[in-house]
Structures are given as structure tokens and as C-alpha cells.
């Protein structure tokens, strides 16, 4: 099985590094799937994203991911995110309340969380 090095990092902190078969994110061009073996490219991820990390042990690594850019390399793929939060790591409750009311920044974010928890905005 064919397989590439990931990292998933925030400014705060790295919130998950390995091995995956699939990593698919939103940037502005559009929602992009890479695979072992994709050409380099260089994405801007979009405020409000949600990255899926299909790892080598057929786990799913979910997280909302807002801002930052995706880096496709020969060694690899790095998600740089200005912030991100894994699936199990999200307040449901809070963000069902931030989706409702806030800005739109605020809402873009909460549907966001939402999205990566498996909930509907």
C-alpha cells in the first residue's frame, strides 16, 4: 500500500503527524484529494475548512481547519493552518450557539466545527 508522511499543524501546537493513504482539504481553488505520489503544489486553505487524513491504519483524522495553506511536496504533505481543531476536540453545543448568532467569520468557523464533528450546521 502506497503511503506518505502528513502534518497537521496550527501556530499553537501539532495536532497529529504519520503515515495516511489520503489527505483531502478546501482551498480557495476548490477541494483538493492528494494522494502517495501527487505532483508538489502549494494550496491557500480556506477560513472555515474542514481536512480529512485517511491514515495507513484506515483511521480517519478529521479537524476544522480556518486559514493557512496545504504543501504538497516529493517528501510529503504539510497542513499549516493559522488554527485547527480535531473532531473530538469540539464543544458541539458551543458551536450549534456560534453558528446561530456572531459574525460571519464567527459563523464560518462554528459550521466549520460542525462539519469536522460529523454534526450539521
Known amino acids: 500500500m502506497a503511503e506518505m508522511t502528513v502534518q497537521l499543524v496550527a501556530v499553537e501546537r501539532r495536532l497529529w503527524s ?4 489520503t489527505v483531502v482539504a478546501q ?5 483538493i484529494g492528494i494522494l502517495p505520489g501527487h505532483e508538489p ?13 485517511r491514515t495507513t ?5 478529521t479537524a476544522a481547519v480556518h486559514g493557512g495553506f496545504l504543501s504538497v511536496t516529493g517528501d510529503g504533505v504539510s497542513i499549516l493552518a ?9 464543544d458541539v453545543e458551543r458551536a450549534r450557539a456560534k453558528a446561530a448568532s456572531g459574525d ?3 459563523k464560518a468557523r462554528a459550521s466549520a466545527r460542525l462539519r469536522a464533528a460529523g454534526q450539521t450546521a
Open 82 to 90: 493559522e488554527t485547527a481543531e480535531l473532531s473530538g476536540e469540539i
Open 57 to 61: 491504519d484506515g483511521e480517519v483524522v
Open 41 to 53: 503544489v502549494l494550496g491557500q486553505l480556506v477560513e472555515g475548512g474542514v481536512v480529512r487524513i
Open 27 to 31: 482551498t480557495l481553488e476548490g477541494e
Open 104 to 106: 460571519d467569520a464567527e
Open 18 to 21: 504519520g503515515t495516511a493513504t
